[in-house]
């Protein structure tokens, strides 16, 4: 007998795996990311070098969001209307606004919009690849090659489904970013060369969109030689995952089973609790708290979870008076040396002594985080 609850175990323990393992069945390569902590929660030929199509183009908006503003105006080069494959139907000398142009990029795919996007930024689309592999390199995606803005085959061309992972966890930080992947549709407005005003109707291909709850983004590609790669990217309730396939004819329904796997298993830790006392404010006849304003919660999936730590940035000395709900400094949450978000960090009631006063460890907010981690 105790044999047999010994093996319904090992199968119960091992049945998680089982699962993880199907998962993305018809994908070359495929990677499952906690966009919060950066934990790999599935993968499937992860390192694998690999094309990969118009995804490329994630990498584009992160470049042209970081080299430029919304507003600034771009006029339309000969050699992007001459660009085959997927168009933002774009007009030789039109001028568009940098965000227009951007949407036109990532929502109809516009391989015109990418050169448009290089030429501007860097004179040419080489030059252009150039600031994308640099960007590449200072967020840690090494295996990752681009010879063009906009996924159109070429050698030397390729990323890894981990390395599409931490550009799009990168890119996500980016509030312009998000806005645009995570549109369905609009309109952009350009002047063309003659003066006339016209505008255009772009519509995000992305199903998921539409098809799964929470999904935020990111961006689909094709070509024959590359096959179907996808990144996707959902929130619910303060988690985000990323999901990466390349070279995988049934992507969409894998990226909804790897997505909803990730939420399944979830948990939220408590990182920081509203009201947390961090410090004490004191004085000879006085004292007020200094606390957390706000919760802040981690997603946590698997059994031990992932560790994180709360980093206090708040002054050694304070001039009075204080104010109920002033701000005295913050705290930063990071998960493995990643800061995933900040905390203000307020008086708890008016302090109306004068001059300068001192800062005490608060030592019960030490344990509290150290007991938050372990459970």
Avoid at 260 to 267: D, L, N, T
Wanted: proline share 2%; charged share 25%; with cysteine.
């Amino acid at each position: 007998m105790r044999k047999i609850y010994l093996l319904i175990i090992a199968v119960l323990l091992t049945f998680p795996h089982m699962r993880a393992a199907a998962m993305a069945d018809t994908a070359k390569a495929a990677c499952l990311v906690n966009a919060v902590t950066g934990e790999v929660l599935f993968e499937k030929n992860k390192d694998e070098k690999l094309p990969m199509a118009s995804t490329t183009k994630i990498m584009t908006l992160v470049t042209a969001i970081e080299k430029t503003n919304p507003e600034d105006v771009v006029t339309v080069p000969h050699e992007a209307v001459m660009e085959e494959g997927s168009s933002a139907y774009l007009e030789e000398g039109a001028k568009i606004s940098m965000h227009d142009l951007c949407c036109g990029l990532m929502l109809n795919s516009g391989n015109d919009a990418a050169v448009a996007i290089a030429y501007h930024i860097s004179g040419g689309k080489e030059e252009f690849a150039r600031e994308m592999n640099d960007t590449a390199r200072r967020i840690g995606a090494e295996n990752t090659s681009f010879k063009n803005p906009n996924g159109l085959d070429e050698d030397g061309h390729y990323t890894t489904a981990y390395d599409l992972a931490k550009i799009t966890r990168y890119a996500l930080s980016l509030p312009e970013f998000r806005e645009i992947v995570g549109m369905r549709i609009y309109t952009a407005s350009y002047i063309r060369a003659d003066g006339t005003e016209a505008s255009i109707e772009y519509i995000n291909h992305n199903r998921l969109l539409r098809e799964f709850d929470g999904c935020i983004g990111v961006k689909t590609g094709f070509t024959k030689k590359d096959g179907r790669c996808l990144v996707s990217a959902a929130e619910r309730d303060g988690a985000v995952y990323i999901a990466v396939t390349l070279n995988a004819s049934n992507d969409w329904n894998e990226h909804k089973e790897m997505l909803e796997e990730a939420f399944g298993s979830c948990r939220m830790v408590n990182a920081v609790k509203a009201g947390d006392c961090i410090r004490h404010v004191v004085n000879d006849s006085d004292e007020c708290r200094l606390v957390a304003a706000s919760d802040f919660y981690v997603p946590v999936n698997g059994e031990r979870g992932r560790a994180f730590e709360v980093e206090e940035h708040i002054p050694d000395d304070i001039y009075m008076p204080l104010n109920e709900g002033e701000k005295i400094g913050e705290l930063s949450v990071y998960c493995d040396g990643v800061n995933v978000g900040t905390v203000d960090v307020v008086a708890d009631r008016d302090f109306k002594a004068e001059g300068k006063a001192k800062v005490k460890s608060c030592f019960v907010f030490y344990v509290q985080t150290l007991i938050r981690n372990i459970l």
